[in-house]
């Protein structure tokens, strides 16, 4: 034989060499272990982060999709009411207070409120707000004008 040893018969130390690899694998392979324990429950953590993140998203789309309704509303009624108060001030000569008293009993039957109603020459100019449903803290405010068209 050369002189060389096999692999097992070699020590360190008093050891053979192949009992020192294997401890440091099993201390490698302990501390992955302790890591991967220390790191039990992230994936729910993350799990739950996306899904509070998805609802979050779908009430801000129905949100917005409920103040695009809404916003039909409140513009249909702002229109309506200027019309009638325009109408009852110019066509029929009744007083502004008046009329816009009328105008605002006919927005509550459509679930708005007038916020103003006012009178500059001619021209009317009513503003309707409700509240959207689904965000009661938000107040969506349109503004209508009626009078008569100009002439020239």
Do not use: H, Y
């Amino acid at each position: 034989m050369s002189g060389l040893l096999p692999v097992a018969d070699r020590s360190v130390a008093g050891r053979p060499a192949g009992i020192e690899s294997v401890e440091t694998r099993r201390g490698i392979i302990r501390d992955v272990n302790e890591r991967a324990r220390a790191e039990e429950g992230a994936g729910t953590v993350l799990v739950l982060g996306a899904i509070g993140a998805v609802i979050a998203g779908l009430l801000l789309g129905l949100g917005i999709l409920s103040g695009m309704g809404i916003r039909g509303e409140v513009r249909a009624i702002a229109d309506i009411s200027a019309l009638q108060v325009a109408d009852r001030v110019i066509n029929q000569a009744l007083p502004i207070e008046q009329a816009c008293d009328v105008s605002r009993a006919t927005a509550r039957l459509g679930g708005a409120d007038l916020s103003s109603c006012s009178l500059s020459g001619e021209m009317v100019t009513v503003e309707a707000e409700k509240k959207v449903p689904l965000f009661p803290v938000f107040t969506l405010r349109l503004q209508a004008r009626a009078g008569p068209v100009d002439s020239g």
